[in-house]
């Protein structure tokens, strides 16, 4: 999915550079305790529904009795509702999803992974500049942002979420992301899903946008789920696959601490066992990694963002089975899998010292229960 820039700006226009203290402002309103600053899509030329909205019924996860009652924790993060897991787990949820949504903005900056126009302001990346720009060097025509703050901050999250945004964003501008940092660089495997997925953005700090296209793209409507099936196919597209029982995909040490202590246990059992395939993402290629676990009918590991490997292509029918540390349960695959028309099932670990163990018996006896 190559982006034509020049539909929308002349390559000299892309090298211009211009001053602004914009940034300098932000700081400055702060400072003073004045009241928070506009929300940056209130101040949109326009905007319209890119794709409609509609409502589901979640179906119930698959796990065994007492599994809910181990749960001392949840994930508290912007994009994780802070409630206990226990109503989702159950199911029989009316769940309504919004529209996707489209906003032009005008004469925009971008200065150090922050978005700033008049009184508003949006954080795309990590604070992590305290003296901000005021030199731009890049002026677009008309740009789209297709990145977020989740997303430049987790890796599962940048490639479940904003790359399908990426689409939108080609069919209304250039393509923009935030240019990665010594102190935050690229995720190591962007470039190689980059590569497959057709996705060439322009990477930047510092921007003048004449025009600015930003999205609303966090429901799970049709769309979302259709640009997400289409990343699918297209890394599917370079792997040679058939069906298989299915992958665990190993979390290790990496990432925030979900240390599961009998990890490599529980994976050799299911290969052995029932010829799961075992994926170490951190030691594998992103080629050997999606050629293992294309055609799996389940995905297993740890919950976090290495699961996202297997999730990418697991097709329609499959299984999510996530493995749950007691103290930090989170519910975020199961509303893709709602959204996918897959299964999601879990057993939730008891703790160990500063980590936590699963009970391979539980885990078989889970596998036992799943549909099919």
């Not at 699918?232 to 190993?250: N, R, S, Y």
């Amino acid at each position: 999915m190559g982006t034509d820039i020049s539909r929308f700006a002349s390559s000299s226009a892309l090298r211009r550079d211009r001053w602004t203290l914009a940034a300098y402002r932000e700081v400055l309103r702060k400072r003073l305790g004045q009241q928070p600053g506009l929300e940056l899509k209130s101040l949109a030329e326009r905007s319209w529904d890119i794709a409609p909205g509609g409502s589901t019924v979640s179906p119930a996860a698959v796990f065994l009795p007492g599994q809910m009652e181990r749960v001392t924790g949840w994930q508290e993060k912007e994009f994780f509702p802070y409630v206990h897991p226990g109503p989702t787990m159950q199911g029989g949820l009316t769940v309504t999803h919004g529209p996707t949504r489209g906003y032009l903005l005008k004469d925009v900056w971008l200065i150090d992974g922050a978005l700033y126009k008049g009184k508003a302001s949006q954080w795309l990346s990590l604070r992590q500049v305290s003296v901000p720009s005021v030199r731009v060097e890049h002026e677009v025509e008309r740009a789209a942002i297709y990145c977020t703050h989740n997303g430049n901050s987790w890796f599962g999250t940048w490639l479940m979420e904003d790359c399908p945004t990426y689409a939108l964003a080609c069919n209304e501008g250039v393509p923009v992301t935030i240019a990665p940092s010594a102190r935050y660089p690229l995720f190591t495997q962007a470039p190689a899903y980059e590569a497959w997925l057709g996705m060439q953005p322009l990477r930047l700090r510092t921007a003048f946008f004449r025009e600015l296209v930003v999205f609303d793209d966090m429901s799970n409507n049709f769309s979302r789920y259709q640009r997400f099936r289409d990343m699918g196919h297209k890394l599917l597209a370079h792997v040679a696959h058939v069906p298989h029982p299915g992958v665990f995909i190993l979390r290790g040490g990496d990432g925030e601490l979900r240390m599961l202590r009998n990890e490599l246990e529980v994976a050799e059992h299911l290969r052995k066992v029932h010829g799961f395939k075992v994926v170490n993402p951190l030691k594998m290629q992103v080629p050997d990694i999606v050629a293992a676990c294309a055609g799996a009918r389940v995905v297993m590991g740890v919950e976090g963002s290495q699961l996202v490997h297997g999730v990418n292509v697991l097709q329609p029918g499959g299984v999510v089975f996530t493995l749950q540390p007691p103290n930090r349960f989170v519910s975020y695959y199961k509303f893709l899998t709602d959204r996918d028309g897959q299964h999601f099932a879990f057993v939730v670990g008891s703790p160990e010292g500063e980590g936590f163990t699963i009970s391979i018996d539980e885990v078989e006896r889970t596998l036992d229960m799943l549909p099919g």
